[in-house]
């Protein structure tokens, strides 16, 4: 089979590189190995593993600790209320069974050839590349006049104890879990382990994270990481800074962990043991090496600004480079290399890539923290707007947190905005359209808002950058 493009990888990078290659006439194949439940599945790990199961689960747990903390003071009561745990789990599975569906419909929509096994490169003839794809011993050759990589990552795991999904989990472990465990240790106090410790906390799991950093969420804004942090131990997560970890044992009946806190050495007891240290480059079985594709001392596929290899017509996006390990990044770099390849000029922006933590409450942010303008020297200034008093907010029950937003003196150009606070995931939107626009503050404090809303909080927020906040 001989293609234009062929895009080695299904999850939010390859599948979106390959939609958008297949709108630009060119003939597409995607190949991906993820398998889910004995059967491929498209959607790489954030669907399967990852972003998606995720958000359904810290959805139902919410409902839960609603439902059990919260509903009485709407005069909502519910005597006895119990949890399903395999049934949440299903209720998961069912979405992302859905989703990956969608994945397959798009793919014949647009007329993508889907292919599964593992892909590798041989070599490069009459220009074009020779892929060999392995489905479980049934091999057959591609070839592709351009490859994308978007192979994506793999949880990092300590050298003292191997992941089983059984006592010791990573993400996908932690996602399964057919009842709550009556305590978790978490080691990694980074996205994963503050999302996966909310769910399974409010489902009445005693919960420990145990981090490495003295600093609690050390990329995060450091105003935004205290709050967050002062409502994550009020909801009974225990949170330790500057840990060492030391042995792990697994003694079948639960966890015995070792551990150095403030030069003290301790030993603690646990059901299950959830490992989230962040996720390495998945370039496993590519034949990087053997095509003489250049990676760095990481394993991350080295690119230039464009996502181009130092192979000829070879690109590599999302997880596997440089950058932030988001679905959204490599959905993005995958649409502007795929317009590249049409001999479009996209561009692609690091400063204009929204974060999100989904915990309660959730975190979101763009662009600069105070401390990075700091470091740089640039001058900025600030507003500060607390949710506290918001109608919206209020009406929801949860009026915690604020936005703030950082602009700069002299032009008045936002620089970054950082929430924390109810559904912020969807509010960054619109500081990302104001920075992708180079929006002043003031730009923003003239947009009318809608009232009463959460955005408003936006708003004060903006007016605040120039002192002329009216609820504040
Ligand atoms: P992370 O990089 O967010 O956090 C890992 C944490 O583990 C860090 O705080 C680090 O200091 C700590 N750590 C590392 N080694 C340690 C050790 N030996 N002992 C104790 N602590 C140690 O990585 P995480 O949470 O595993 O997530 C992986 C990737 O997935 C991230 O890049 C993240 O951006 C992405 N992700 C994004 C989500 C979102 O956008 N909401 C959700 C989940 C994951």
Partial sequence: MDFDVIVIGGGPGGYVAAIRAAQLGFKTACVDNFIRDGKYSLGGTCLNVGCIPS??????????????????????????????????????????????????????KNKITELHGLASFNAEADGKWQISIDDNGNKQQVN???????????????????????????????????????????????????????VWKRLGTEVTILEAMDKFLPSVDEQVAKEAYKHFTKQGLVIKTGIKIGTITDTGSGVKINFEEAGASKEESFDKLMVAIGRLPNTQGLNAQGV??????????????????????????????????LAHKASDEGIVVAERIAGQHPHFDFNTVPWVIYTNPEIAWVGKTEQQLQ????PYKKGVASF?????????????GF??????????????????????????SEAVVAMEFMA?????ARIIHAHPSLSEVTHEAALACDNRQLHG
């Fill in 55 to 108: 958000k359904a689960l810290l959805q139902s747990s919410e409902n839960y600790a609603e439902l059990t903390h919260s509903f009485a003071d709407h005069g909502i009561t519910c005597t006895n209320p119990q949890i399903d745990v395999s049934k949440m789990i299903a209720r998961k599975n069912n979405i992302v069974t859905k989703n990956a569906g969608g994945i397959s419909f798009l793919f014949k």
């Fill in 144 to 198: 592709a006049t351009h490859v994308i990589i978007a192979t994506g990552s793999v949880p990092r795991t300590l050298p003292q104890i191997a992941i089983d999904n059984k006592n010791i989990l990573d993400n996908a472990g932690a996602l399964d879990l057919n009842e709550a465990p009556k305590n978790l240790c978490i080691i990694g106090a980074g996205v994963i382990g503050l999302e996966m410790g909310s």
């Fill in 292 to 325: 003489g594709l250049k990676t760095d001392e990481r394993g991350f596929i080295v690119v230039d600004e464009h996502c181009k290899t130092n192979l000829n017509n070879v690109w590599a996006i999302g997880d596997c480079v440089r950058g932030p390990m």
């Fill in 375 to 378: 470091e740089i020297g640039k």
């Fill in 388 to 400: 506290i008093a918001n109608g919206r907010a209020l009406g929801l029950g949860n009026n915690t």
């Fill in 403 to 428: 936005v703030k937003m950082l602009a700069c003196t002299e032009t008045d150009r936002i620089l970054g905005v950082h929430m924390v606070g109810p559904f912020v995931s969807e509010l960054i």
């Fill in 440 to 444: 002043s503050s003031e730009d923003l």
